[in-house]
């Protein structure tokens, strides 16, 4: 979006240079590399920035508010909480699409936020890699709030392993050799120095969680949760062990923060860069259907969103309380590539220490499309899109 830098980068673009950039990334854990990577990351000004930094403030402001767990308690489907939840999540994401208002001005919408990780350990690789591939002025930076790479890495290791020996700490996911996500954890491992567990190895005993630690059973003190619940119900496995148990462990978010800084949330915020969000059972009046889009409250990777809603979707629906109407956001195709132009939103790291009184903006990234929606699937056989990473202007 800094048109000076967008002509200079695509100026210098060539596909030999561009090979090189993914191969470096990929080489960094073999074979674990199943997404697309973006040919280019994105040049955000400081004006941008701040807008999105405004309405995230807006949206804690609603999370922090003394009322909000009341809010949020039917945000936990039935049979879904666990126990011992904490005074807040420690780490929170919000996804925005970039846009363009009425007077054709540029500015964020939410699309997303979840109460839940991302790829916080892959995107230092990423940082590092990409600002050296695309030439990334210096008054340009990834980090926000002042951070770099070393504090990042402090801050992660603080908020992910606590106070407890490494051991005593893992990454828990279901089949985590068959997530298209699986570098992250290979680059979790590699900067943090903790394992990645699958759900189906916990060793149960009583109330407390061992796994396998190269043929030592090994108490687990902590656990940093990448399990996304609405994938977990997805699968055919039997004999899982019941995460709504209480355990003696600590959870890195605790589950039920999934739930309650979602979609669900969606509604309760009003800021002009959050689209207008209802849920279904509560609208009293007709809607222009053609202006919102339908959201399952539950639902993994995006499936069961209907772009095109008509009143027969809607009528086929009998658990209304868990769909929500959101008023549909228009990507604008304003990143310039070598065809035509691309789509983008980025997701804004957040970390919430137990000390501070609100979370933090630390870090991003960024996933470029040229199709309807974000996603492989709506971008078959397109360059110029895929994952990223956004540098922004610094003040």
């Not at 997404?35 to 922090?64: G, N, Q, V, Y």
Request: aromatic share 12%; hydrophobic share 35%.
């Amino acid at each position: 979006m800094n048109k000076e830098l967008r002509e200079k980068f695509n100026a210098s673009f060539t596909q030999s240079h561009y090979d090189a950039y993914v191969q470096k990334i990929a080489a960094f854990a073999p074979g674990s590399l199943d997404f697309r990577i973006a040919e280019t990351p994105l040049f955000i000004s400081k004006e941008f920035k701040h807008k999105m930094l405004d309405a995230c403030e807006s949206i804690i402001d609603c999370i922090t508010d003394k009322d909000f767990k009341k809010q949020t308690s039917e945000s936990l489907p039935k049979n879904h909480h666990t126990p011992n939840e904490d005074d807040h999540s420690h780490m929170l994401i919000f996804d925005f699409g970039i846009c363009q208002n009425n007077t054709g001005e540029l500015e964020p919408q939410l699309i997303e936020m979840q109460g839940f990780p991302s790829l916080f350990a892959y995107q230092l690789l990423q940082n590092d890699i990409t600002k050296d591939y695309a030439q990334v002025p210096n008054n340009y930076d990834a980090y926000l709030n002042g951070y770099n790479k070393e504090s990042y890495t402090t801050l992660l290791k603080e908020v992910i392993t606590g106070n407890h020996p490494l051991e005593n700490v893992i990454l828990l996911e279901i089949f985590p050799e068959e997530q298209k996500t699986r570098i992250d954890f290979y680059c979790t491992e590699k900067l943090l120095g903790i394992k990645t567990v699958c759900l189906t190895k916990l060793i149960r005993e009583d109330n407390r969680l061992y796994y396998d630690n190269n043929g030592k059973k090994t108490l687990i003190k902590r656990i940093y949760n990448r399990i996304i619940f609405d994938d977990l119900q997805q699968q055919k496995t039997t004999n899982l062990i019941d995460l709504t148990v209480d355990y003696e462990v600590e959870w890195v978010p605790h589950p039920n923060w999934f739930y309650r800084i979602s979609k669900f949330t969606l509604p309760f915020i009003h800021h002009p860069y959050v689209p207008e969000t209802y849920f279904l059972n509560e609208v009293k009046s007709p809607l222009p259907l053609e202006e919102y889009v339908l959201k399952p409250l539950f639902s993994f990777a995006g499936m069961g969103v209907i772009l095109n809603v008509n009143q027969e979707d809607i009528d086929k629906i009998d658990d209304p309380e868990n769909w929500i109407l959101q008023k549909k956001v228009q990507y604008a195709p304003v990143i310039k590539t070598l065809d035509e132009p691309a789509k983008a939103e980025i997701r804004l790291f957040y970390f919430w220490k137990k000390e501070w009184s609100r979370p933090l903006a630390i870090h991003n990234l960024a996933r470029l499309t040229k199709g309807e929606m974000i996603g492989t699937r709506y971008n078959q056989n397109k360059t110029w899109v895929g994952g990223s990473i956004a540098f922004f202007e610094k003040d």
